[in-house]
């Protein structure tokens, strides 16, 4: 199984209704910071419009790099921390959101969460017998 490392944080989601806002309370409640320096949240919404236009294929990390004005060294990091969460893949040399589209994106994240919490309970349950808990 690959590793992810999925951050959920309780957030108020914006009394106003617009796209930036919505966009900078999703990517806080995940854990991508969305300050103005923030590289990983810009990288993330050049993919979501690009997937928006329903372009084929995704987009590559040269392309990000140029777009948003970051070394190419940059973008790629921040691209791979955007691929632990499980947001996001790489299909040969290009990257785009793991689903057709966000929502289906987390829930694939969901399902990737409670698999993971099943297990962790498997383990639970194991050590509580060794352990002689009831």
């Not at 320096?37 to 990000?64: M, N």
């Not at 140029?66 to 791979?80: E, S």
């Not at 498997?122 to 002689?132: T, V």
């Amino acid at each position: 199984m690959d590793a992810k490392q999925i951050t959920i944080k309780r957030m108020e989601r914006p009394s106003r209704k617009d796209l930036n806002g919505e966009l900078d309370a999703f990517c806080n409640s995940i854990g991508i910071p969305t300050d103005s320096q923030s590289v990983a949240k810009e990288i993330f919404k050049e993919i979501l419009e690009k997937e928006s236009k329903r372009k084929e294929g995704g987009i590559r990390s040269i392309t990000i790099s140029r777009k948003i004005h970051v070394t190419r060294g940059g973008a790629v990091y921040h691209l791979n921390k955007l691929m632990e969460t499980g947001l996001i893949v790489r299909r040969g040399r290009e990257y785009e959101l793991r689903a057709q589209n966000l929502e289906e994106t987390v829930e694939e994240m969901e399902n990737d969460m409670l698999r993971m919490f099943r297990m962790i309970k498997k383990m639970a349950a194991e050590i509580d017998d060794e352990m002689g808990f009831e």
